[in-house]
Nanobody, 119 residues
Framework: VQLQASGGGLVQAGGSLRLSCAAS????????ITWFRQAPGKQRELVAS?????????KYSDSVKGRFTISRDNAKTTVYLQMNSLKPEDTAVYYCNAGLVLATSGHYWGQGTQVTVSS
């Protein structure tokens, strides 16, 4: 499984960014794509997750619920993370991950993409 993350950048507080995770090489076992983030000096944390089979069940961390939206394209090869109303505390390196279970890290990681929110 190969994952390619993109879309990070620098944005002012209150602004928006959209991250993309292009996925290929899925086996039948991987059923979910999850975005994680890691800020300097902090542990990696779950941001949002979506199943790539079935109806596209989603799950969000409380810190981003209502501001971020995870979605997938019809071909189920790209997962997006639309981030609105960004806050300085959203600053982190964002990683996409492919796994077996919704909202649980799996074996496959994309490279990180930096998101910086200035106050």
């Amino acid at each position: 499984v190969q994952l390619q993350a993109s879309g990070g950048g620098l944005v002012q507080a209150g602004g928006s960014l959209r991250l993309s995770c292009a996925a290929s090489g899925f086996r039948s076992a991987e059923v979910a794509i999850t975005w994680f983030r890691q800020a300097p000096g902090k542990q990696r944390e779950l941001v949002a997750s979506i199943t790539i089979t079935g109806g596209g069940t989603t799950k969000y961390s409380d810190s981003v619920k209502g501001r971020f939206t995870i979605s997938r394209d019809n071909a189920k090869t790209t997962v997006y993370l639309q981030m609105n109303s960004l806050k300085p505390e959203d600053t982190a390196v964002y990683y996409c991950n492919a796994g077996l279970v919704l909202a649980t890290s799996g074996h496959y990681w994309g490279q990180g993409t930096q998101v910086t929110v200035s106050s």
